[in-house]
């Protein structure tokens, strides 16, 4: 079965996106901030990280929740972590 997983972008010091995934996203209880806590991270074997997920994990590797204010929130999704790779067939796609 399916792992339910949050991924939320959000916005650091710097303007750059940063993408965390966690396993409960909640309102906290400071007016306007959200609660983003059980911060997982891809293994790194399993699929290519993307600049934003690779930050997240030098930033957030060693914390155990994290209060955001709402306003540097980019997105939050649902996913589910099946640990299925989607392969593409580009050549496929291409047509001459």
């Given at each position: 079965?399916?792992?339910?997983?949050?991924?939320?972008?959000?916005?650091?010091?710097?303007k750059e996106n940063v993408v965390?995934?966690?396993?409960?996203?909640?309102?906290?209880?400071?007016?306007?901030?959200?609660?983003?806590?059980?911060?997982?991270?891809?293994?790194?074997?399993?699929?290519?990280?993307?600049?934003?997920?690779?930050?997240a994990h030098s930033l957030f590797?060693?914390?155990?929740?994290?209060?955001?204010?709402?306003?540097?929130?980019?997105?939050?999704?649902?996913?589910?972590?099946?640990?299925?790779?989607?392969?593409?067939?580009?050549?496929?796609?291409?047509?001459?």
């Amino acid at each position: 079965m399916a792992k339910e997983l949050y991924k939320v972008i959000i916005l650091d010091e710097n303007k750059e996106n940063v993408v965390i995934y966690a396993t409960s996203v909640t309102q906290a209880d400071f007016l306007g901030f959200i609660e983003i806590s059980g911060i997982e991270f891809p293994n790194k074997s399993d699929i290519i990280l993307t600049p934003g997920e690779d930050k997240a994990h030098s930033l957030f590797k060693d914390t155990k929740r994290i209060i955001v204010p709402g306003n540097l929130i980019i997105r939050i999704e649902e996913i589910k972590d099946d640990k299925k790779s989607q392969i593409i067939n580009i050549f496929n796609l291409v047509k001459n």
